[in-house]
């Protein structure tokens, strides 16, 4: 945020801050001869730790959402009595509950002291109510099922993100959370190959149709994982247990050291504050647009089975070639954002893929040979690696304090799916199977997403500038408490402080 912004925030931490005794002792590994190997071996903590159980449940989050795209090729409308109208709303439903949700829930996270708790209840809840979901006898049963799935999967892709802006600084951060969406792009992967084992070999077992196999047995994967993350998953930096006070202290001066400010709340930033301001900065609600436009042009990917199927081959099959676009785009996604993070660079980086999409959907709707519309599948598949970054790019683009932040990753993920939830009913049936209408909607939504995404690089440009000047003035009041707050953490002087603050800058 500007130096204006902070102006308005008081400094209310006494209570946090620790004794002159306690900073020695826990301030072992600040030293210079220690303090590179000693975050080194934090950061390898958490990647083999944190980056791990996240990705793993994100697997599972999105192999969940999507199980029922793989259902329906096997019985489920006709199951069912579905409608293809009544399908999209299955689809869409899950939305409805999904977007509204995220912003209380990012709220909560950041105000808890546990999310070790409260991400793998949310996981537990959705495994349980996604296996529920295999006992649907009607497409009302189903809708309902549909919205209970949405209500807590709306905890994770937002507050994971956020938990990884607590403890990775803003050149590590792309590359983590793009490790964290490959688990989306690669559940893409695995779940069309588990569907396809599940689908082929669980028909008529006990008496049960395969597409209600397949939400029982990924459920009960999900329930599992849910357990074993509460004893996995990191607190924050101050509070969590299996770190020692020195990593705890280390972990947090990182990212003090990172953006000039100890990354706290103060006491007057409560999660209602942080909304508000969250809404009066510009550049959230543009963002918010920004990946609803972008998510509505990536809408391919609930019907990614359906679209394999109109290339003509059997279930299995079609399931089996859906896999290979996603290990793809599940590489390109960590390339990308490898790049991103040693480059600071935001923009191409996201919009790139997106124009990989737009010359898949031309492909899409100027052939019909099996060949090319494959090759389309890979492009649009890669587009994925932009809506990766999205979320990381908020996160740099809003800093501090975290409430606001929070907030900020939150009405962007929950707004932008609106998104996905239209994009349920622009993929019909009756458009296919080549879906030519459908393309053309997602060209241009991809193209209108382009142009707020130079609207949001030129503004962050302009206030790297107004940084810059601001920097020439003198610093008082909660501006200087909050240096203060971060000289203390890392264990320098004011001027040290000041010094590193004036590195700071937006990226873009």
């Known amino acids: 945020m500007s130096l204006?912004?902070?102006?308005?925030?008081?400094?209310?931490?006494?209570?946090?801050?620790?004794?002159?005794?306690?900073?020695?002792?826990?301030?072992?590994?600040l030293a210079l001869d220690v303090r590179a190997a000693a975050e080194r071996r934090l950061v390898r903590i958490l990647d083999w730790r944190l980056l791990p159980t996240i990705v793993l449940i994100f697997i599972m989050n999105y192999i969940d959402r999507t199980a029922v795209t793989a259902a329906r090729l096997k019985g489920l409308e006709q199951?069912?009595?579905?409608?293809?109208?009544?399908?999209?709303?299955?689809?869409a439903v899950l939305y409805a509950s999904y977007v509204p949700a995220q912003i209380p829930s990012n709220m909560i996270l950041n105000r808890i002291t546990r999310p070790s708790y409260y991400i793998p209840f949310c996981v537990v809840i959705w495994g349980l109510t996604s296996a529920l979901t295999g006992v649907s006898k009607t497409y009302a049963g189903m809708v309902v099922a549909r919205i209970f799935v949405g209500l807590p999967e709306a905890a994770f892709y937002p507050g994971a993100i956020y938990l990884l802006s607590r403890w990775y600084?803003?050149?590590?951060?792309?590359f983590r959370s793009a490790i964290l969406y490959g688990g989306l792009l690669i559940s893409n992967a695995f779940g069309s190959l588990m569907a396809a084992g599940i689908l082929s070999r669980m028909e008529g077992k006990l008496g049960i149709r395969a597409w209600r196999w397949l939400f029982y047995i990924e459920g009960a994967i999900t329930v599992t994982i849910g357990i074993l993350a509460a004893f996995l998953l990191p607190d924050y930096p101050h509070n969590t247990r299996w770190l020692t006070p020195a990593q705890r202290r280390l972990a947090q001066v990182r990212l003090a050291e990172d953006a000039g400010e100890a990354d706290e709340d103060v006491a007057t930033d409560s999660a209602m504050k942080g909304l508000i301001?969250?809404?009066?900065?510009?550049?959230?609600?543009?963002f918010a647009v920004m990946t609803c436009s972008q998510l509505l042009g990536l809408g391919f990917v609930n019907f990614f089975p359906t679209i394999a199927g109109t290339l003509g081959f059997s279930t299995t099959v079609t399931l089996l070639l859906a896999a290979p676009p996603w290990i793809l785009a599940t590489i390109v996604c960590c390339i990308s954002a490898w790049n991103a993070d040693r480059t600071g660079e935001r923009f191409f980086h996201i919009c790139v893929?997106?124009?990989?999409?737009?010359?898949?959907?031309i492909i899409g709707v100027s052939t019909f040979s099996i060949g090319g519309r494959y090759v389309a599948m890979f492009l649009m598949a890669?587009?994925?690696?932009?809506?990766?970054?999205?979320?990381?790019?908020?996160?740099?683009?809003?800093?501090?304090?975290?409430?606001?932040?929070?907030?900020?990753?939150?009405?962007?993920?929950?707004f932008g799916n609106l998104g996905n939830l239209i994009s349920s009913f622009v993929w019909k049936a009756e458009w296919g199977p080549d879906y030519h209408q459908s393309m053309y909607i997602g060209i241009a939504a991809l193209g209108f997403a382009t142009v707020l995404a130079i609207v949001i690089r030129v503004i962050l440009i302009n206030q790297n500038?107004?940084?810059?000047?601001?920097?020439l003035l003198n610093l008082s009041g909660a501006r200087r408490e909050r240096i203060e707050d971060a000289a203390r953490l890392e264990g320098i002087t004011f001027e040290e402080a000041l010094k590193r603050k004036k590195g700071f800058r937006y990226l873009y």
């Open 79 to 91: 199951d069912l009595g579905m409608s293809d109208i009544q399908y999209s709303v299955i689809l």
């Open 277 to 286: 301001m969250a809404l009066k900065d510009p550049k959230v609600p543009i």
């Open 465 to 471: 500038k107004r940084l810059e000047r601001e920097e």
């Open 353 to 361: 893929p997106w124009w990989g999409v737009i010359i898949g959907y």
């Open 382 to 414: 890669c587009g994925y690696s932009g809506f990766a970054l999205t979320a990381v790019w908020v996160s740099n683009a809003v800093p501090r304090p975290p409430a606001k932040r929070a907030a900020a990753i939150a009405i962007v993920n929950g």
């Open 169 to 174: 600084t803003r050149k590590e951060l792309a």
């Open 4 to 29: 204006d912004e902070k102006d308005k925030v008081s400094i209310a931490q006494v209570e946090r801050r620790p004794s002159a005794a306690s900073s020695l002792d826990d301030g072992e590994l």
